[in-house]
């Protein structure tokens, strides 16, 4: 892994506005969320339903556009149309749902050249369909199934066919949104392998988004939890994993389940109180500070910056200490 | 089987354990004959399948595809014009005994030719009251009908997917204007528009000299008034497709991918909404026919001596008392154009409707 950054992520802003009766609240989906992804690593983005994990996926591949804040991939700030198109070649997606994400009406190789065509990366029909046979039997496929639709395939397939969509542009950024969430455990770790070989073979970075806490440690080089829109804890992911600082964090982890019934005894499970609050009603300073255990006057006031605790992982939290 | 019980722990009797002994493996061979790879199917494949087992749409399909061989075949060889009226000819006094034929029924000159050895065709229907063949007419007034009901389909067909799907696909502010457009044009009564259409469009628009000429300015306004009209019913029910369609994540890959908006409705939206499109067409058909008939029966459709269903019946309303049939047989035309049509669209919507997929 190279210290070379290649995405950065700064003051990143996506607010939608829900119309409520007469007025329109704002919905901060993400708030003021900075980080930075290296060449090669594989960042995983943890956190609970609706804190926002996706929108900031989809807020960096400009599939919405952001509220406020810059996206800087190579060094080159993504703004404007034609930087987007550019961009759009070297950053993708594999997506969370392996049934809605591919079109029922094409064929696998329709799928799969649908990059091809729109960026026109060939020169003639046979180009095309080495292209396809190369990038299904990347992923694992057999190139008999060309002709087929997606329906006729199980859901790990389907995934294999998104996750070769994306590559058909030869990207060098990933999104991958929750790719192993709809699919049971023995093809989740087929999947989850198959990321790892594509980042060897390929040199691919990843922004890998899950809630599933064990596949993120397994995949990630660095962890990132995030909490109502907000990044609360960023670091290797050991370090994240065993060692998490904050209170939400620690909750989040002692939730994972173990598999020895005797361990997992032993463990006590820290169970937060009351719920998550309303995005559209977010509580001041902290937004965790509702069912934080050690929440003070400070917490109310200001919501606390990253800092770095311990190298190289950063904490947001007033009561955070190394 | 004894023998290799022995190995086994001693069985109880009444146990319903399966003997293992009793089980070898398969062969290669065997194995190659249990597979089974369902042959690839596309959706209209699958449709076609389905729609062939419904057994009352294809009766209608095969009344449908009759109707369409009869009046595109019969009128070329058919000996008789829907124009001409018989028993006149230029430089001879008029033979009125052509007038008002009952069905097979000949007029006093034919009797005479087929007395001298000559062979005549039959008028199957009889003539009306100017002494035309009233068989070539109605065929030729269905002809009319049903390119009357194609055309006006097709028309609302590419207005009407074309606005929705701007529409629904963008969004926001042009959808809100572009729907209000629709609704005032919804709120218009559709008759009234159509008279005042055909009666200005009668007196303003000069097509002599031109193709259209023959068609009539009737049926021109019909034309016009289905393009400016009835294109909102479908153009409403695309939007609301395309509005649901555009949640899919399909649409969001292929974003992703860069695909601009005109791409996506083209490869993604319209294809999906393909069943839907097929069935209102199919179902427009028959309400277009119906608005045709229903002008021409008020004298604002064709133009004479063009026949049409509509205008066949209104004729024949003169003479009910005297010669019903000339009443029914173009009614019988119409209802069965219209309900085959729409069963036909009922059978459609079965078939490729995924929501209904047993």
């Known amino acids: 892994m190279s210290e070379k950054k290649l995405l950065e992520v700064k003051h990143l802003k996506q607010h939608f506005d829900v119309p409520s009766g007469l007025k329109t609240l704002k919905l901060k989906a993400v708030d003021d969320v900075t980080f930075d992804i290296h060449e090669g690593e594989t960042l995983g983005l943890v956190g609970e339903s609706g804190c926002g994990k996706t929108t900031v996926g989809r807020s960096i591949l400009q599939l919405y556009k952001p509220t406020a804040g810059e996206v800087y991939f190579d060094g080159e700030l993504i703004q404007g149309k034609k930087t987007i198109r550019e961009f759009r070649k070297k950053a993708q997606m594999v997506f969370q749902d392996p049934y809605s994400s591919l079109d029922p009406r094409m064929t696998v190789s329709d799928i799969i050249g649908e990059p091809l065509d729109v960026h026109k990366l060939y020169s003639n029909r046979a180009e095309r369909d080495e292209k396809i046979k190369y990038l299904m039997d990347l992923v694992g496929l057999s190139s008999e199934h060309a002709s087929r639709y997606a329906h006729e395939f199980s859901g790990g397939q389907r995934q294999r066919i998104g996750i070769a969509r994306a590559l058909a542009v030869d990207p060098k950024f990933i999104v991958c949104d929750e790719p192993v969430s709809a699919l049971d455990v023995s093809i989740q770790a087929q999947v989850v392998n198959m990321f790892e070989d594509l980042q060897a073979k390929l040199g691919l970075t990843y922004l890998f988004i899950a809630h599933d806490l064990l596949v993120v440690k397994h995949i990630s080089t660095r962890i990132a939890v995030m909490y109502l829109g907000k990044m609360i804890e960023i670091g290797p992911a050991n370090e994240v994993y065993h060692n998490p600082i904050h209170p939400y964090t620690i909750s989040l982890l002692s939730a994972v389940p173990v598999p020895d019934p005797n361990i997992a005894r032993a463990n006590k499970r820290i169970h937060l109180e009351g719920d998550v609050p309303s995005p559209l009603h977010m509580p001041s300073g902290c937004p965790f500070r509702t069912r934080c255990p050690r929440a003070c006057a400070e917490c109310a006031e200001s919501m606390p910056e990253l800092k770095e605790v311990r190298p190289g992982h950063f904490v947001a939290c007033h009561k955070a200490e190394g | ?358």
């Open chain 2, 1 to 358: 089987m004894k023998k290799n019980n022995e190995t086994l722990p001693k069985k109880n009797p009444l146990s319903l354990q399966l003997d293992v002994s009793k089980f070898e493996l398969a062969t290669e061979d065997e194995k190659f004959l249990q597979q089974r790879m369902r042959p690839s199917t596309t959706f209209f494949k699958d449709g076609m399948r389905r729609l062939s087992r419904n057994k009352i749409a294809m009766t209608c399909l095969c009344i449908l595809i009759v109707i369409v061989l009869i009046v595109t075949f019969v009128p070329m060889f058919y000996p008789y014009d829907y124009s001409t009226q018989l028993g006149i000819t230029p430089g001879q006094p008029v033979d009125g005994s052509f007038k008002n034929l009952k069905p097979f029924e000949y007029s006093s000159t034919e009797l005479a030719r087929i007395e001298a050895g000559e062979k005549i065709f039959p008028h199957i229907f009889g003539t009306d009251a100017l002494g035309r063949d009233y068989a070539i007419r109605v065929i030729y007034g269905t002809r009319i009908s049903l390119i009357v009901g194609l055309f006006a389909s097709i028309i609302v067909l590419i207005i009407g997917t074309i606005y929705g799907s701007i529409s629904g696909y963008y969004g926001g502010k042009v959808d809100l204007v572009m729907m209000r457009i629709v609704d005032i044009i919804y709120s218009l009564p559709d008759l009234l528009m159509i008279i005042l259409f055909s009666v200005v469009l009668k007196q303003t628009l000069n097509l002599e000299g031109t193709v259209l000429e023959k068609l009539g300015v009737g049926m021109i306004s019909i034309f016009i008034v289905f393009a400016l009209l009835y294109w909102v019913g479908m153009a409403r029910l695309i939007r609301g497709q395309i509005l649901t369609i555009k949640q899919q994540d399909y649409v969001l890959a292929a974003r992703s991918i860069g695909a601009k908006g005109s791409h996506i409705i083209r490869r993604h939206m319209l294809p999906n909404c393909i069943s839907v499109i097929i069935i209102s067409t199919a179902l427009q058909i028959p309400s277009a026919i119906f608005t045709e008939s229903f002008l021409s029966f008020m004298g604002l459709g064709v133009s004479m001596p063009m026949p049409s269903l509509g205008s066949l019946a209104s004729e024949a309303i003169d003479g009910y008392a005297s010669y019903p049939y000339r009443l029914i047989i173009p009614a019988i035309a119409i209802c069965l154009i219209v309900l085959s049509l729409n069963l036909l669209g009922d059978g459609l919507r079965d078939a490729f409707d995924p929501k209904l997929k047993k």
